[in-house]
């Protein structure tokens, strides 16, 4: 079983800045993708931003140079550094990782979100 534990989400005016972090712990064989999806009220859950194993990297169009995605392998850690924050970027964010477990199966796992809030 793997766990993802998200910190660093919480309230911010309109301009600002935060960084999400996320751990993985748990049966972990390998790591493949990782990164972070959002959901806002009334809407579906979207992409925000993935980097593979190697190190590239994509981002929704919304968020393109304004957020930057990283990860530490050594660490198991996915970061999101999110700049000039807008009120269109509100919702609960969803840390992702996709990893081969020890027995060889490709699964999907997912943190229990944490929520971002604009407002002046």
């Known amino acids: 079983q793997v766990q993802l534990v998200e910190s660093g989400g919480g309230l911010v005016q309109p301009g600002g800045s935060l960084r999400l972090s996320c751990a993985a712990s748990?049966?972990?064989?390998?790591?493949?993708?990782m990164g972070w999806y959002r959901q806002a009220p009334g809407k579906q859950r979207e992409l925000v931003a993935v980097?593979?194993?190697?190190?590239?990297?994509n981002y929704a169009d919304s968020v393109k140079g304004r957020f930057t995605l990283s990860r530490d392998n050594a660490k198991n850690m996915v970061y999101l550094r999110m700049n000039s924050l807008k009120p269109e970027d509100m919702a609960v964010y969803y840390c992702?990782?996709?990893?081969?477990?020890?027995?060889?199966?490709?699964?999907?796992?997912w943190g229990q979100g944490t929520l971002v809030t604009i407002s002046s």
């Open positions: 980097i593979t194993s190697g190190g590239n990297t």
């Open positions: 748990g049966s972990i064989f390998s790591m493949n993708a």
């Open positions: 992702y990782l996709n990893h081969l477990t020890w027995s060889g199966d490709v699964l999907d796992a």
